[in-house]
């Protein structure tokens, strides 16, 4: 069964950072795209970060700088490191995944940036 558990989160105050980790289980992360996505209160899902299956990244531009995507094909893990939070970076973080038709999401990770 595929299934990816996100976690990491917590409440913290701007400027701070945070290590988001998405287990992955059913599969290998180094064998697809995986991204992050995260939704803000009231707003729709906004995409973050993609690591591709050949380890290139993308980013949402205004966030390059500040997150950094990666995985540990040992762990199977993907990872969103976030850096200098601000209160607008709040939201669930949810890691996604997909192929063949078949898209997988986690149940998210609540981040919460505020003094």
């Known amino acids: 069964e595929v299934q990816v558990v996100e976690s990491g989160g917590g409440l913290v105050q701007p400027g701070a950072s945070l290590r988001l980790s998405c287990a992955a289980s059913?599969?290998?992360?180094?064998?697809?795209?995986m991204d992050w996505v995260r939704q803000a209160p009231g707003k729709g899902p906004e995409w973050v970060a993609r690591?591709?299956?050949?380890?290139?990244?993308y980013y949402l531009d205004s966030l390059k700088g500040r997150f950094t995507i990666s995985r540990d094909n040992a762990e199977n893990t993907l990872y969103l490191q976030m850096t200098s939070l601000k209160p607008e970076d709040t939201a669930v973080y949810y890691c996604?995944?997909?192929?063949?038709?078949?898209?997988?999401w986690g149940q998210g990770t609540q981040v919460t940036v505020s003094s």
């Open positions: 690591m591709d299956n050949g380890g290139k990244t």
């Open positions: 059913g599969f290998t992360v180094g064998s697809y795209e």
């Open positions: 996604v995944t997909g192929w063949a038709l078949h898209v997988f």
